[in-house]
């Protein structure tokens, strides 16, 4: 009787450990598997990422925004108001809002629309208002504008509609973005393509303080100087995307602190920012569909770059500008190939 109930026994434990090792290897895919997240059309836009830190720095939020069926046009920038959790998007298009208002908790809060931009290229969000670089060629552009939450405009920099390079007056050629610091001070890239290639820095008075820059490979020359961020301890970085390299300042004079190029062999940095807890510099790297984590040096000499960590999007995501809420950590792609923003979250934090 033993020996009859015996290959019973054997037939259920082997049915045991296939299912076993079935939800195993289910596990393991799900793990390894690349995270995909939902587009404006049928294909997924997010693959995953490359690992080079042990843990992933950022994981995508799957939810944000809840409605993303309002991304109409080309999303071209994007920017975060570190006071009332605003998150404006600048979009490009025939007939559609140029800014769109999203909170960081998923909801979409408004759109607004105006003649006076043109083509929005990058924007910066204070506590009380939003700064536009327009790149168009009518009549209101080569221009960098301030707007009141609600899309009054406020101030207007530079000849409207007459590009140039001239300092007094205040001349711009398709300026690319601009990033105002804590103090109030201006530091704008302009020249997305245009005859400059330099970095300005206004005082809050809009005066000039100092500017660096002409078309070159040179230090302080630039090639398509695309994005600029200011760090915790005075540094200015600069994204020459033509020359792919990242270039740094100092904040208070203008002098040339050193250059990151071993790092974009493949493609330039389209964006620059640094995360909420001042470790890493995002970097955005529009041809290559990449996000990229740059460890920050110490003060002194910025030394070469390492790369921490990166995230993999998909073919034809081509993220243009990013930014990040101070609060939440959270980082914001704006990406004109998919034609949406992303939200990716910091691992660990709530």
């Known amino acids: 009787m033993l ?20 939800i195993v290897t289910l596990l393991c895919l799900r793990l390894l598997l690349p995270v995909r997240a939902p587009g404006m059309g049928t294909s997924a836009y997010f693959l995953g990422r490359k690992r080079i830190s042990e843990i992933s720095l950022y994981k995508l939020d799957l939810g944000w925004p809840k409605f993303p069926s309002f991304f109409t046009g080309q999303v071209f920038a994007i920017a975060v108001n570190p006071v009332d959790d605003i998150v404006y998007v600048a979009q490009r298009g025939e007939s559609v809002p140029k800014i769109l208002m999203f909170s960081e908790h998923e909801h979409f809060l408004q759109a607004w629309n105006t003649t006076s931009i043109e083509m929005p290229h990058g924007i910066f969000a204070t ?41 007094n007056p205040l001349q711009f050629d398709q300026p690319a973005e601009v990033f105002i610091s804590r103090k109030g001070d ?22 000039v303080t100092w500017m660096k820059g002409e078309k070159g490979d040179r230090a302080s020359q630039f090639y398509i100087p695309h994005s600029v961020t200011v760090d915790n301890v005075g540094r200015v970085w600069v994204a020459d995307r033509g020359n792919k390299r990242l270039q740094a300042f100092d904040a208070e004079l203008g002098d040339w602190l050193g250059a990151w190029a071993s790092c974009f062999t493949d493609d330039g940095p389209s964006s620059v920012r640094l995360t909420y807890d001042n470790k890493y510099l995002v970097v955005a790297q529009l041809n290559v569909n990449r996000l990229m984590f740059l460890s920050m040096p110490p003060i002194g000499s910025i030394g070469t770059c390492h790369v921490a960590d990166t995230i993999q999007l998909a073919d034809g995501v081509k993220p243009h500008l990013v ?28």
């Open 323 to 350: 930014d990040v809420s101070l609060k939440t950590g959270a980082i914001y792609v704006a990406e004109i190939g998919a034609r949406q923003a992303q939200r990716f979250v910091p691992n660990g934090k709530n």
């Open 3 to 22: 020996n009859k109930l015996r290959p019973l026994v054997w037939l259920r434990q082997f049915r045991l450990m296939a299912v076993a090792i079935v």
């Open 186 to 207: 201006l530091y704008i890239v302009d020249g997305d393509g245009g005859l400059n290639n330099r970095l300005i820095k206004l005082d809050p008075g809009f005066g």
């Open 127 to 167: 506590g009380t208002s939003l700064w536009v670089t327009d790149v168009g060629n009518g009549k209101n552009g080569h221009t960098i504008k301030q707007y009141s939450r609600s899309g009054k405009l406020l101030q207007m920099l530079g000849t409207p509609g007459i590009p140039g390079s001239s300092l």
